[in-house]
């Protein structure tokens, strides 16, 4: 075998790897975006129990 081929197979085999590590974030980044639409309030009302009158 030649070593340009060899080569060839090593870098298609990162390029792999590398999109399927892309992926993988890509889900977690979205699962964590809904999560946080689901646990963030709507509001700053419902939040400011540690916000004095003054400061608002």
């Not at 590398?18 to 700053?44: C, N, S």
């Amino acid at each position: 075998m030649e070593m340009s081929a060899i080569l060839s197979c090593n870098i298609l085999i990162i390029i792999q790897k590398r999109y399927r590590l892309f992926h993988i974030e890509g889900v977690i980044t979205i699962f964590v975006g809904f999560q946080a639409m689901w646990l963030l309030p709507d509001y700053v009302s419902s939040t400011s129990r540690w916000i004095s009158m003054s400061v608002e």
